[in-house]
């Protein structure tokens, strides 16, 4: 017996994964029908109230009436009614949703949003309702909307992983971030790389007060580790803490070194309680060379670097990642848990967020 499942061990995990890719594209299908019949019930309702002047009571009978025949299907309840007729509302028409000061007809969107008003997204229907409706009623912004839509069909995000990136202000941070991915990173990895790192990470979860040691902030985050992991991205795994290098008879310690599954790649983090210097990426570049030809594996891409610092100025950091040769990102820490206005004003024009956002479907490495 034992032969025989060696000898066709290959055919049958091709019949297993055949199998899983339908049952997958099954689910997609069933996904997509849903998503479509609640887009229909969603605009029966509103055509019904505005047509024929109907108040609110109807959409409560239409709940007890469909629950009741068909009793072993879920989301049917009154509030689910409701949230499908805004669901058919907000991305039937672009003119009840704000998109920052911008005028509608001024802003150049990606295609997917172009279509709004002419038949149900494309897009919608490749995550969940549940996820749909989260992003919906967080997020007004279409370009916002549709960037969490893409990233959670692309990188998997549970819901609760997609609130938690909402609340804590993927969309800006990841628009803001600075790197030099552009020019030291493959093309297969930029987009995955430059989403790796944000331009600000929130650290209300490590309890210290506002002057402190980098030891203190290490242990901190060491102490907090699962907390820090989930700001980073959730992609991130522990490697170690003041990870040794030996170089010549000398020893040398990296703050942090991270492993990123989807890069599949080290990641050295240097923690700076002040404001950025350039001579930190020099630092940082060292380190990336060191760990690429002693601590790297042969079917790993290379390290990349993330300096993590109090404050930056932002032109002093560009000079420096135009002269750095290893892929090298560089973010603030704070301590509070709203975006500062003051970065809104470094996020990029909408037409730049479109082409973004644009490129994330475009070039699907996932």
């Known amino acids: 017996m034992d032969k025989e499942l060696t000898l066709y061990s290959s055919f049958i995990k091709e019949i297993k994964e ?17 998503i479509q019949l609640y887009w229909d019930i ?20 239409l709940s007890k009436e469909l629950q009741k025949e068909f009793p072993g299907i879920r989301g049917f309840s009154a509030s689910n009614l409701w949230r499908m007729q805004n669901f058919y509302l907000e991305y ?32 919608v229907v ?14 007004s912004n279409l370009l916002e909307r549709e960037f969490y839509i893409k990233m959670t069909k692309r990188y998997g995000w549970t819901k609760d992983v997609l609130i938690n990136n909402i609340e804590n202000k993927a969309f800006e941070k990841y628009l803001a971030n600075q790197t030099n991915f552009d020019e030291t990173v493959p093309e297969k990895y930029k987009l995955q790389a430059k989403f790796a790192v944000k331009d600000d990470y929130n650290f209300d979860f490590i309890e210290m007060g506002l002057e402190h040691s ?7 985050i060491i102490k907090n580790i699962r907390a820090f992991l989930l700001e980073m991205g959730g992609d991130f795994s522990f490697i170690g803490n003041q990870y040794h290098l030996d170089v010549a008879g000398e020893d040398y310690f990296v703050d942090l070194l991270l492993y990123h599954r989807r890069l599949r790649c080290l990641i050295a983090v240097e923690l700076k309680i002040g404001e950025f210097k350039p001579e930190y990426a020099g630092k940082v570049q060292f380190y990336l060379n060191v760990l690429d030809d002693t ?15 109090k404050s930056k100025n932002r032109t002093i950091v560009e000079y420096t990642l135009k002269t750095a040769n290893r892929p090298i990102g560089v973010a603030t820490y704070s301590y509070y848990e709203s975006l500062p206005e003051e970065m809104r004003s470094l996020l990029p024009s909408p037409d730049e967020i479109a082409a973004i956002i644009h490129e994330i479907g475009e070039n699907d490495t996932a």
Do not use: F
């Open 92 to 123: 039937s028409t672009t003119s009840s949703i704000p998109l920052s000061t911008i005028e509608n007809e001024k802003l150049k969107l990606a295609p997917s949003v172009r279509e709004i008003g002419k038949k149900l997204p494309p897009l």
């Open 42 to 61: 969603g605009k029966e309702i509103h055509r019904q109230q505005r047509e024929k002047g109907w108040g609110k009571s109807v959409v409560e009978i």
């Open 295 to 309: 601590v790297r594996l042969p079917d790993e891409n290379p390290s990349i670097g993330i300096i993590i610092c």
């Open 214 to 220: 980098e030891a203190e902030l290490e242990v901190g």
């Open 126 to 139: 490749e995550i969940s309702w549940t996820k749909n409706i989260v992003i919906i009623e967080k997020c």
């Open 18 to 34: 055949l199998i899983y890719r339908r049952q997958y594209e099954a689910m997609k299908r069933v996904n997509a029908e849903l």
